[in-house]
């Protein structure tokens, strides 16, 4: 198989044709910077037992483990970057895998979408503490409905954006005691279409990838709102680094003529970003989309997770073409 590889191009498309309907590109208008990257076709090296489902997952650890979230078993799978296989292990009901972060003590935690739980791993998979009440939903501080990601500051203090149902964002303390709580379904400030991913700076200051309202909100740790980041990308997943610059992937932000819906599923495209904290665009990354899932190797549809490794690599994972990824930037 030959290799893939593509420029991603500081060029924002002001338009693209659709089939369907109409669409215009709402986006920033910063420069961004020009690089290549290179699909790794050797990573990982999945056994053949494992078979992939959807990979709404992916994040890497201190020591650049790689760990995937599956919706399918085992579904925890942890691959070195050169991709050995260094651990797997299994939660209960795969089928509503959701995102997956590493803690600042390096264990890991997960949100499942089906059990209305997150979850506290430490690394082998023991289950050390459980958030919500397994398979039931609920408006309450006890409980959640389909929460989507989480955030664990230094501090351990958690914050859980919940999600498909209750459009809120959930403040525990380490123990896992709610103390604070904020949002409600909606599209003006501090309101959620679908609070889907989150990540934290070294500041504390709460990302929120606001997905159906195709923006990212900014919160301090009190909910107080900061910023509202709107029309530059319709984000699924948030990713920040050690020089707290914030990566998204997702679809860049369409929405048809005459209409006030951003189009979010099927995706139009497919985009990773690189912002700084005040939310300006540093890079756009055009990623190449399939239309026949999984597609070629390089390819992505619904692309879902993003992470990096101390080395620059960058992962993806997405659902239609269930699989992860591996890109490397090119000499």
Known sequence: MRSIYWSLVAILLLSLPLSHARAQLRAGQQKDTVSQ???DLTWPQKPDRFEWAQMPGVTVDARDNIYIFTRSKPGVQIYRPDGRLVDSWD??????????????EGNIWAANIASHVVCKYSPKGKLLLMLGEPGRAGTDESHFDKPTDMAVLPSGDIFVTDGYGNRRVMH?????????????AGTGPGQ???PHSIVADSGGRLYVADRENARIQVFDRSGKLLAVWANTVTPWGLWITKEDEIWVCGSSAFREDGSDQWIVLPPMDQ?????????????RVPLRKTTLPPGESGELN??????FDSQGNLYLGDIQGQRAQKFSLKP
Do not use: S
């Open 37 to 39: 990257y290179v699909v």
């Open 91 to 104: 939660v209960t009901d795969v089928t509503g895998a959701h995102y997956i972060r590493i803690g600042p």
């Open 172 to 184: 525990f303390d380490a123990k896992g005691k709610c103390i604070n709580q904020w949002g409600r």
């Open 192 to 194: 959620f279409a679908l």
């Open 271 to 283: 985009v990773a970003m690189k912002l700084n904290r005040e939310g300006q665009v540093l890079l």
């Open 302 to 307: 619904w692309v879902h997770g993003i992470a």
